[in-house]
């Protein structure tokens, strides 16, 4: 695989030529050097961390520190991945300019090659003040999960048809309006297979779906997910590649048999007194 690092430029390039684009979270340098090792071509230091790594049921509570301390960690491993930091809730709808300020932050303290935000018709000043001082953006339209409590849950988005927010057509307005304020890709979360299909075909960035079907130009999907980290509950658009949790258990509990019977550490884990020195040595 070629391991020049992935570009701006080179995302655009794949859509043209019809090669699908990867994106997976990564929250550390472990699983960035691993996911990079891959042949992830983006690896996105999502805000999904509130909930996969801290916890908590919604991503609002993440601070723009604590996407720089993980940005950092993940830029750190990735050497042929693009890194996308992602801007968390009240980094930037304040105003433009403190969008341009989180987003200098992520990419001068994290080391992040590009930075992610939620939102479309309302954040098209936004997007564009970002990019006027050549921070490249990536848009995230339809599932919006900062939304989470004007949606009522996280819950699929353009079932219906109405141009008010989570509108078939409000969606659209929304991609539309990310793509002509300079970003250049766009996440579309939770929309109909056909709506994410229409999108892709109109606009000229390339689309990056998560639960939004298979024709748009690329895919994400959550690490916990895919490695099967999260036991309890997985997303219905998300597949399992493997079933770490389940081995981290299985694992450990072997270590703890192993503790309390005696048996580890063995022979081979432990070291033995220094001999003595002989005379003359
Ligand atoms: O924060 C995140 O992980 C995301 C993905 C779900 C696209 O925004």
Redesign the pocket.
């Known amino acids: 695989m070629d391991k020049k690092r992935v570009t701006v430029p080179e995302i655009g390039r794949m859509k043209g030529a019809g090669e699908r684009i990867t ?1 997976v ?1 990564a929250y550390d340098w472990t699983f960035a050097r691993l996911l990079d090792e891959a042949g992830v071509d983006m690896l ?1 230091v ?4 509130g909930m996969v790594v801290q916890g908590h049921d919604t ?1 609002l509570p993440v601070t723009l520190d604590e996407m720089v301390y993980h940005t950092r960690m993940v830029a750190r491993g990735a050497t042929r991945a693009m890194v996308v930091g ?1 801007l968390p809730f009240g980094s930037y709808q304040g105003s433009p300019d403190q969008a341009v300020q989180s987003a200098i932050r992520l990419i001068k303290d994290g080391g992040a090659h590009c930075v ?1 935000l ?1 939102g479309g018709v309302a954040m098209e000043e936004t997007i564009a003040r970002i990019a006027s001082v050549d921070i490249p953006v990536v848009g ?1 339209v339809g599932l919006t ?1 900062q939304s989470v409590h004007r949606i009522g849950g996280h819950r699929v988005q353009g079932r219906r048809h109405g141009s008010t927010p989570g509108g078939r057509e409000r969606v659209i307005e929304d991609a539309k309006a990310v793509e002509a304020a300079g970003a250049f890709a766009v ?1 579309l ?1 939770c929309i109909p297979l056909d709506l994410a299909a229409e999108i892709t075909a109109t606009l000229s960035i390339p689309t ?1 779906g ?1 639960g939004a079907g298979v024709h748009c130009d690329g895919q ?1 999907l ?1 690490l916990h997910d895919l490695v099967g980290f999260n036991d309890a509950w997985t997303p219905r658009f998300a597949k399992r590649y493997a079933e770490l949790g389940r081995e981290v258990v299985r694992a450990a509990g072997e270590y703890v048999q192993e503790v309390k019977g005696g048996v580890f550490p063995s022979e081979a884990q432990a070291f033995q007194p220094q001999k003595p020195a002989a005379v003359g040595e």
């Open positions: 994106m979270t996105l999502g805000d999904s961390l991503t992602d992610k939620e995230h999960p996440v979360e990056i998560i994400v959550v």
